[in-house]
């Protein structure tokens, strides 16, 4: 086989699988659409869910200097199964912070429906807040299952999905609202 075939052949698998890869995040995505409308979401269990998130585990599993390190410093058989392993735990993250992403939107849009102005303005707050994270989710995951089949290829970092789930925590928190729950109540 000549190497320009071969290449093209490589390109050919490549880009089957992404295709492979975006129809299988769509049935994700058409499954937790059709089950969250049909669920009631426990709110308290989702503020709990929320504040339980390990913001700096999160954020150095989509880190890329992190993978360049791992990289230059593990043979590429190893990088590989490493790669893997964070791109799992990395889609577990993204996937608890849609969960909460979503249930936060419902908090927020039941916000919006107070009679006092301050509630409704920062319910609509966290329900914008809450839109975004969940947008950030749902780029992430087809970008985290194309690093778990094809751990070779350079990801990019997404610290926008971080960044966005800490503003809105921050949001969340501010309104002091769920302070009851306790972070002591996290399962480690």
């Known amino acids: 086989m000549e190497h320009g075939t071969w290449t093209f052949a490589q390109g050919l698998i490549a880009a089957w699988t992404l295709v492979a890869v975006a129809f299988f995040?769509?049935?994700i995505l058409v499954y937790v659409a059709i089950r969250?409308?049909?669920r009631r979401v426990d709110l308290e269990k989702a503020v709990q869910a929320f504040r339980c998130?390990?913001?700096?585990a999160f954020r150095?599993?989509?880190?890329?200097a992190e993978e360049a390190f791992l990289r230059e410093n593990l043979s590429?058989?190893?990088?590989?199964?490493?790669?893997?392993q964070r791109a799992w735990a990395a889609l577990i993250y993204v996937w608890e912070a849609g969960r909460a992403a979503t249930a936060l939107a419902k908090i927020g849009q039941a916000a919006q429906?107070?009679?006092?102005?301050k509630i409704a303005a920062s319910g609509a707050q966290v329900a914008?807040?809450?839109?975004?994270?969940?947008?950030?989710?749902?780029?992430?995951?087809?970008?985290?299952?194309?690093?778990?089949?094809l751990p070779d290829l350079h990801g990019?970092?997404?610290p926008t999905l971080v960044d966005q789930y800490e503003r809105a925590a921050e949001t969340l928190f501010r309104l002091g609202r769920f302070s009851s729950i306790e972070r002591s109540s996290c399962n480690p």
């Open 25 to 27: 995040a769509l049935a």
């Open 36 to 38: 969250n409308r049909t």
């Open 128 to 149: 914008e807040n809450a839109f975004r994270l969940r947008l950030q989710t749902l780029r992430a995951c087809p970008h985290l299952l194309t690093e778990i089949l």
């Open 113 to 117: 429906r107070s009679s006092d102005p």
């Open 156 to 158: 990019r970092s997404l």
């Open 60 to 64: 150095n599993l989509l880190d890329s």
């Open 53 to 56: 998130l390990d913001i700096v």
């Open 76 to 84: 590429p058989k190893k990088f590989r199964e490493i790669k893997r």
